[in-house]
């Protein structure tokens, strides 16, 4: 966990960098760029092996992110409330296709991203992360691939738009934690 930031004015430009994973943030924990966070449109992360837990939660003005080769890792959906984000930069370890941001393998649903509101989960995903579609309040319409195996708790839950969630014919029931369609 040795990370520094340094944001940049004029271009709105946040930049962490450094080695090793992040803190990990939370409501009692706040992110140090929490102050800025409505000015914040891009961020770049160099040197990042891990993104904590909800870390650009509520940054409304970010349109883009890079995350650097190192980033390995990310946590409960770091993009929650991010409604302007449009362009991802992944690493090697994850693809950004349609809104999705996924594992590079395409098996797990990290977030979906930006203001999509009919969607449709990749026949690949086999697992929904925990708070994936968490808070999106521009989605309307989900569609679930056939071989889903896991939605983790919270993965779909306090979407406002939310009215139809539709599992592909011959769908077995994957394995459902708490909170999903809360």
Known sequence: EDCSFEYYHSSHQLKIFGSGRMTTYSNDNKAPWDVIKEKIQTISLNGITHISDFAFEGLTSLTSISFGNELSSIGKNPFIECSSLTHINPS?????????????????????????????????????????????????????????????????????????VYALTNVTLPTIEEGFLE
């Open 92 to 164: 090697m370890y994850f693809k950004y296709e349609n809104g999705l941001l996924m594992t590079h393998d395409g098996k797990e649903l990290i977030s979906l991203i930006g203001s999509e509101k009919d969607v449709y989960v990749p026949a690949s995903i086999k697992i929904i992360r925990e708070y994936a579609i968490y808070q999106n309040n521009q989605i309307e319409s989900l569609v679930l691939p056939k071989r889903l195996e896991m939605i983790r708790s919270y993965s779909i839950s306090n979407c406002e738009k939310l009215s139809y």
